[in-house]
């Protein structure tokens, strides 16, 4: 890191690619806070990442993930570190991608960690998880509890006991439970009566919204 502290005026020089891999042994190693806080304070993100802001979040982040009320069954990859730490749109997050080189996994996970289909909120009840598990995977669904989670331990370090039990609810029910497959299908309507024909999706749309109201 000290070298990189000496050199950081050369690390345009050096391919995207380079960079995401050394980052994100960084953010996975087990110093990684320490080693992005002083790569801040010393100016050297700023060479590269000018968009990492967010460096208490990350300390949040890394807390939760140690935690041993979670730890263990989780397996959280590096991208969720780097959204942590990011205060950037879609369009950035787009931008960080393209600059880093990311496959296109990878890049869709950016983007939807950093402007997310779903907004992470600990009231979630049984079934409205259950109907966001319809649409998104597990692994998503905990991720973005994290970074919401250690978003509002920014701002209150000690959250009341009812929201802490309620997060480790959702995400021990996330991390449990396996994605939703809408059970009819156009045949189903068909073996019914319905004759071909637009009201068949209609119908299942119906049906569909039902369903996933109903907690699936």
Known sequence: LQKCVQHAHLLNKI?????????????????????IEMMAS????????????QLNRLKHLISLENSANISGSLKTEAILQL????ETNTKGARSIAKRFGFSKSQRNHLVALI???????????????????????P???????????????????????????????????????????FPLTGRDVLDLGVKKGPRISELLQLVESWWTSSGC
């Open 15 to 35: 391919s995207g690619e380079r960079i995401r891999e050394e980052l994100f042994k960084i953010l996975k190693s087990e110093s990684n806070y320490d080693a």
């Open 83 to 86: 959204a942590s730490i990011l």
């Open 42 to 53: 010393r100016g050297v993100l700023s060479h590269f990442l000018p968009e990492a802001k």
């Open 115 to 137: 402007e997310p289909e779903w907004r992470a909120n600990w009231k979630t009840t049984d079934n409205e998880l259950r109907a966001i598990l319809y649409k998104m995977k």
């Open 139 to 181: 692994s998503l669904v905990i991720d973005l509890c994290l970074l919401e989670w250690s978003r509002l331990l920014v701002d209150t370090p000690h959250l009341a006991k009812e929201q802490t039990d309620a997060w480790l609810r959702i995400i021990r029910l996330a991390n449990t439970m396996t994605s939703f497959e």
